[in-house]
Structures are given as C-alpha cells and as structure tokens.
C-alpha cells in the first residue's frame, strides 16, 4: 500500500481516518466543488484578482486533466497544478515547507512535523500544509491524524487528487474496500489518467466482486 504514498510523493517534491474509526464518507468525500466555491469573496479587491487569476487557471488546468488521455500530457499538467498548490503565497511558509521535505527525504520526521505543525498555524488556509502532514504522518504510521489532515485537505481543495488517493490507501489498509474504492473512484473523475489510482480501482473491484461470489 505504501506505493500508493511514495507515487503522491512524487507530486508532494516536484524539481495525502478520523480520529476514530468511525467517520461518515459524507465526512471522508467532501461534496465536489461548484463554480461558486472557486470564487473569493470578501478580499480587498487586489488580491481578490489574484485570488480569481489563480482559480481561473486552475479550472482551465484540470478541463485539460480530465480530457487529455495521454498519460505523459497529464502528468505535465498535474505538475503545473501542483506547482499552483504549492505557492503559499508567504515567503516564511515557503521557507518552512522546503525545510519540512528536506527533512521527508531524510526521514527526519520529528523535525519535518515541527515544520508543518508550524505552517498550518501560520496559514490554516493552505491546503498543502495539511496535504503534506497527512503525507507524513502517513509514514508514520499514524492513520488515524492523517486521515484528518486529508478531510482538511480537501474541504479547502476538493479536487486534490492525491488527498483523495492518499485517503483511499488508507481506508484500504484499514479494511475499508468499498469506500476505499469510491474515494480512488473520485480521484479518477479529477485526474482520469492516475495510473496508481486506475490500478487500485481495478484490484479492489476484483477483490470486492470475488467476496461476494
């Protein structure tokens, strides 16, 4: 299971459970995004516009996600969409998530979870802070935090795919198939061309329809 995370990783460092056990999917699979969650409101109007300019052109990036069937295509514009992410918009913030994957790479995980209990303090409204602490405490082993940073994840970024990938690994490896399914299900209908996502599908529907023959 854990090559499902390595592969999110990729995206993570360019050149994803409540709690309990219990949580609800409409808790685990947030409802998909209308137009009007894209939109700002009550900004002052100069970072308003970069607000919409930077909406505008992640709704154009994911249309061509969804169209394109060239996997080399996609996977370019996954990057491009990543690198939106990951512009926090703060000098510090930025500063500290290269520390914290630095500190990923090297396995240093106390210090790289300092970093990023400090980002999400700093800017709750960064969905790639949560993103990449679920990530961590992923490898840590620690499912239960990670699924709730993934459900905050994707209130504030409904289509992040690898959120929604990374929740579904999880849900797997804790029994849960048939909403494991759905969530890699809902990462396709973002990113149709995820292979590692278009392999679980298929391995777990096989596995669902073979329990119940």
Same mark, same amino acid.
């Given at each position: 299971m854990r090559n499902v995370f390595a592969f999110l990783a990729l995206f993570a460092f360019p050149a994803t459970l409540t709690a309990g056990t219990g949580a609800t999917l409409a808790q685990e699979l947030p409802a998909a995004p209308s137009p009007a969650d894209q939109t700002p409101a009550n900004l002052p109007e100069g970072e308003a516009t970069v607000a919409q300019k930077r909406s505008a052109e992640l709704d154009r990036l994911f249309l061509e996600l969804r169209k394109t069937h060239d996997e080399t295509k996609a996977k370019r514009i996954a990057d491009q969409i990543y690198g939106i992410w990951n512009q926090s918009g703060s000098a510090t913030v930025d500063l500290?998530?290269?520390?914290?994957?630095?500190?990923?790479?090297?396995?240093? @995980?106390?210090?790289?979870?300092?970093?990023?209990?400090?980002i999400v303090v700093l800017k709750p409204d960064y969905a790639e802070g949560w993103n990449r602490r679920a990530t961590l405490y992923?490898?840590?082993?620690? @499912?239960?935090?990670?699924? /709730?940073?993934?459900? =905050?994840?994707?209130? +504030?970024?409904?289509?992040?795919?690898?959120? +929604?990938?990374?929740?579904?690994?999880? +849900? =797997?490896?804790?029994?849960?198939?048939?909403?494991?399914?759905?969530? @890699?299900?809902?990462?396709?209908?973002? /990113?149709?061309?995820?292979?590692?996502?278009? =392999?679980?599908v298929g391995e777990i529907a096989d596995e669902l329809a073979g329990s119940r023959t």
């Amino acid at each position: 299971m854990r090559n499902v995370f390595a592969f999110l990783a990729l995206f993570a460092f360019p050149a994803t459970l409540t709690a309990g056990t219990g949580a609800t999917l409409a808790q685990e699979l947030p409802a998909a995004p209308s137009p009007a969650d894209q939109t700002p409101a009550n900004l002052p109007e100069g970072e308003a516009t970069v607000a919409q300019k930077r909406s505008a052109e992640l709704d154009r990036l994911f249309l061509e996600l969804r169209k394109t069937h060239d996997e080399t295509k996609a996977k370019r514009i996954a990057d491009q969409i990543y690198g939106i992410w990951n512009q926090s918009g703060s000098a510090t913030v930025d500063l500290m998530m290269g520390w914290a994957n630095t500190a990923i790479r090297e396995k240093k @995980y106390p210090v790289a979870l300092d970093f990023l209990n400090e980002i999400v303090v700093l800017k709750p409204d960064y969905a790639e802070g949560w993103n990449r602490r679920a990530t961590l405490y992923f490898l840590m082993n620690d @499912y239960g935090r990670a699924m /709730y940073d993934i459900n =905050k994840t994707l209130q +504030l970024e409904p289509r992040q795919f690898a959120a +929604l990938a990374g929740m579904g690994s999880i +849900l =797997k490896e804790t029994g849960r198939k048939e909403l494991a399914l759905r969530a @890699y299900e809902r990462a396709l209908t973002v /990113y149709p061309m995820m292979r590692e996502a278009q =392999k679980e599908v298929g391995e777990i529907a096989d596995e669902l329809a073979g329990s119940r023959t």
